[in-house]
């Protein structure tokens, strides 16, 4: 047993990501018990009572062979919060409830720098045996090495994801839509979509006020992304002024309502020293079919068109190809040899 918890601390401190570190945590613990299911819940604001993001779920399947067999939830979902959590973050403290299927619920708290920051839920039938302290001793591990990679995965000034995490951020993403892509679903429905945002005539802001003004920008207008997306849209400082931004799936029209709404508060917010700053932006679909710098080209070709038509406008880049705005590169499959 000791050799087997030695093993799992080696794994969880070799995760160079924080999605794959809680990855490690959960699958760690359900070898270690014989669990129902185990997850992973993260607040999207500050009280205890707001909604959580699941970013982990692991369930275990009995089947009917014998045949143990784990289910992983790939994609993040949305939950409510409820007495039993508010209850466990408010408190700092383990909480368990019986439930009606013979089964118990297990809520430990995850705190990030003393602060509560979610929830670890453990199911398991009545007559497994958890150990609080092992569980509790995992999750301090945990949170550890959680803070040593939020400061290589995070910009200094910003404090949104950096460019280095990108790629893995929108790779893990790519491969769930492999694994999940549903055929039934029209391709507006099972599309999330990768934003480039710049600020309009950044040189100018920093040449007339100065670089401090022009971090202050930068800051407030990453403040702003935080509080107006939905907390599970991914938010990137790419470099310089330039923003990156992953939307969960929605149909093309709704992406434009949601991105012109943002383009128009940025526009009307009044910014320290430079008063008004505008944006410009470029979307483009993600498809499991794409590789990560095939997206982020085709965003930043329709960055660009906005730039180049009047700027503190939103464009689609399959729109533009349809359109016959840009020209879309011709894929090798499409040439015949003869």
């Known amino acids: 047993m000791k050799e087997d918890i030695l093993e799992s601390i080696v794994k969880i401190t070799q995760q160079r990501d924080s999605d794959s570190l809680e990855f490690s945590l959960v699958a760690t613990l359900a070898e270690l018990f014989d669990i129902i299911d185990i997850s992973i819940l993260k607040l999207i604001g500050e009280s205890p009572s707001s909604a959580l993001e699941r970013v982990v779920h692991l369930s275990h399947l009995e089947s009917p062979l014998d045949n143990d067999d784990y289910h ?4 993040p979902q949305i939950v409510e ?4 959590i508010e209850r466990c973050l408010a408190n700092d403290t383990h909480i368990s409830v019986n439930n009606n299927n013979d089964s118990v619920s297990q809520y430990f708290p995850i705190k990030f720098v003393k602060i509560p920051s979610g929830v ?7 007559d497994v045996k958890l150990s609080e302290t092992m569980i509790s001793s995992f999750l301090k591990i945990y949170e550890n090495y959680q803070f040593i990679l939020n400061e290589s995965e995070r910009d200094k000034l910003t404090s949104l994801l950096n460019r280095r995490t990108f790629e893995t951020k929108l790779s893990r993403l790519l491969r769930n839509q492999h694994q999940n892509l549903n055929l039934e679903q029209s391709p507006e429905q099972a599309s999330a979509w990768l934003v480039m ?4 005539r950044f040189k100018r802001v920093n040449d007339t006020y100065g670089h401090i003004a022009g971090d202050e920008i930068l800051l407030v207008l990453s403040q702003i992304m935080r509080s107006y ?3 599970t849209d991914l938010l990137f400082r790419f470099g310089g002024e330039e923003f990156l931004l992953i939307l969960d799936p929605m149909p093309l029209e709704v992406a434009f309502k949601t991105l012109s709404h943002f383009k128009d508060i940025i526009a009307s917010h009044d910014f320290p020293l430079a008063k008004s700053v505008t944006i410009s932006l470029g979307f483009a679909k ?8 095939t997206i982020l080209d085709f965003a930043d070709r329709a960055l660009y068109y906005a730039k180049e038509h009047g700027r503190n406008c939103v464009f689609n880049y399959e729109e533009l190809v349809d359109q016959s705005e840009l020209i879309a590169p011709i894929s090798e499959s499409t040439i015949e040899l003869f």
Do not use: M
């Open 197 to 200: 945002i710049d600020i309009d």
């Open 81 to 84: 919060s409820n007495p039993i």
């Open 120 to 126: 670890l839920k453990i199911t398991a039938h009545k």
């Open 286 to 293: 993600i498809t499991p079919n794409d590789y990560p710098p």
């Open 229 to 231: 997306f939905a907390g």
């Open 72 to 75: 992983w939830e790939q994609f």
